[in-house]
Structures are given as structure tokens and as C-alpha cells.
């Protein structure tokens, strides 16, 4: 047998066994991927907003580093302003 014969074969015993269920079976299947998308979705702004706390929170601790060094040198405190594109 070839291949593509066994795999029509396959196909066809799969409708004559489980035909009345077919759609019932295909809606099961696209509610599983859709919730599979969102589900890759949700994960990846989840991430996303993660890099970004972390990297807020990095500028923050550099900030507050200058001003504690600043202040045990009684250096006066310069501001770093950033542009930043999302």
C-alpha cells in the first residue's frame, strides 16, 4: 500500500465510524486552538510587561544610586532624561 492510498483509507474509515460526530469533533478541535492562541497571547504580554517593569525598575535603582553617591560626595544630582519609542 502507498501511502497516500493508506492515508485516504484511514480518512474514510475515520467518516464511516465517527461521521454523525465529525462536526462536533471539528468545533472541539477549533475551540482548543483558539483557546491555545490566546492562551500564547496572554504569556506573551505578560513577558512583555515583565521586561519592562524590570527595566523601570533598573532606571529607578540607578537614579537612586546617583543621588546616594552624589549625596556622600555633596555632588549636585543630574537628571538622565530619555526619549523612549513603544
Known sequence: MTQPL???MLLALGVLLYGKRLPE???QIGQGLLEFK???SEATSSR???TKTKKQDT??????KRETVS???MLPVEEK????TE
Open 6 to 8: 493508506a492515508v485516504l
Open 38 to 40: 490566546n492562551g500564547i
Open 81 to 84: 532624561t530619555e526619549q523612549t
Open 25 to 27: 469533533i471539528a468545533r
Open 48 to 50: 512583555n510587561q515583565s
Open 59 to 64: 532606571e529607578r535603582w540607578e537614579l537612586e
Open 71 to 73: 549625596e556622600c560626595f
